[in-house]
């Protein structure tokens, strides 16, 4: 696997700098005026991801439910790699940045449509009142995330003996993740015979569109990051890390429903709205050579919307329409493993 490569150079490079070139590792810095140490890291972060909405259309059609529609990305397995360098100065400031980038290789798409009771009955649903009318399953066969960090802090205190440091910083994230689903399985339907074709469906069981694109998701996260972060050694080769943002984002979530005739296809539908979420890692640091250290831990990465939200869909006509979301949450978490070399 590509992420593992990473992995492994990076070892190799880092052993190198280590045995080749250890004069450039001490004079470096040392000869600034200004830098007291560079870390540069490699880390991998074997991630659980799902990406979870819902809307209310029921003022655009009384025959909607409230909610209208609810959609659930899950993800499976998505192994981001993670690149990141820290600059710490001798005025106890520090600057640091960090890209991520890793493939969805699979996943499930569960989308869920929902009739009112004048819905249930003007469509001759077999189940009567505001149900579920039907669920969907897709396939998700790609596609990607990537995210790029910038943090300025400063060292706020320095323990005792030398121990660790305990820091404050604020920055910015952009996160992107973008889901390709496929297939179409009908887990339920109970209008198979209504009269409203934009309401119906086939029967449950039914499977089509096998290995053809059926909805393009792409999740985009701009958020400002305020934080604190903490280094304490354990002994002289062992230090336990955690590191706590708090995030204050903008949304921009865009659907392509690839095939639906009376929706436009760039988007189809869009959502914005204002979040709260947060980074948290904790990890142990292992040195394991004069400079280099293993780091193993977890990683929890959450966007939740909680103001400004709405809802709007494109007509293929170009006409658009706009109504409220009930929810839209990001969610990854998963352990992480690295390597950081320090100069």
């Not at 710490?88 to 980038?101: I, S, T, W």
Request: hydrophobic content about 35%.
């Amino acid at each position: 696997m590509i992420p593992l490569r990473c992995l492994i150079c990076a070892v190799c490079a880092c052993l190198l700098l280590q045995d080749v070139f250890p004069a450039i590792a001490e004079v470096g810095p040392a000869q600034s005026s200004s830098i007291a140490r560079i870390d540069f890291g490699v880390t991998e972060w074997f991630s659980q991801g799902e990406t979870n909405w819902s809307h209310n259309a029921s003022g655009l059609d009384p025959n909607l439910g409230n909610p209208s529609s609810k959609l659930k990305y899950k993800d499976t397995g998505t192994n981001v790699t993670e690149i990141v360098g820290r600059v710490q100065l001798k005025n106890k400031m520090f600057v640091r940045g960090a890209f991520g980038y890793g493939g969805i290789g699979g996943g499930r798409l569960t989308d869920d449509d929902f009739l009112s009771a004048q819905g249930a009955a003007a469509q001759g649903a077999t189940v009567s009142g505001e149900h579920r009318f039907s669920r969907t399953y897709s396939d998700i066969g790609g596609d990607n995330l990537w995210y790029l960090n910038g943090d300025l802090g400063v060292t706020a205190h320095t323990f005792q003996d030398n121990r660790g440091t305990l820091g404050v910083f604020a920055g910015l994230q952009y996160w992107r993740e973008r889901h390709v689903a496929t297939g179409v399985t009908q887990a339920e339907c109970t209008t198979v015979a209504a009269p409203d074709p934009a309401l119906s469906c086939p029967a449950a069981g039914t499977v089509g569109f096998r290995n053809q694109a059926v909805i393009t998701n792409t999740t985009t996260w701009f958020s400002g990051r305020v934080g604190g972060e903490v280094e304490y050694k354990l002994d002289s080769r062992i230090s336990v890390e955690a590191k706590v943002a708090l995030l204050l984002s903008y949304l921009n979530n865009e659907d392509v429903h690839h095939l639906r005739t009376d929706v436009a296809q760039d988007p189809s539908f869009r959502m914005t709205g204002l979040g709260v979420g947060t980074n948290t890692d904790v990890n142990l640091r292992i040195r394991i050579w004069e400079r280099l250290y293993l780091t193993g831990g977890y990683r929890v990465w959450w966007n939740r919307v909680v103001a400004g939200d709405q809802w709007k869909i494109y007509g293929s006509d170009g006409s658009t329409a706009t109504a409220p979301m009930n929810q839209f949450q990001t969610l990854r978490h998963g352990p992480t493993i690295g390597l950081t070399y320090s100069f």
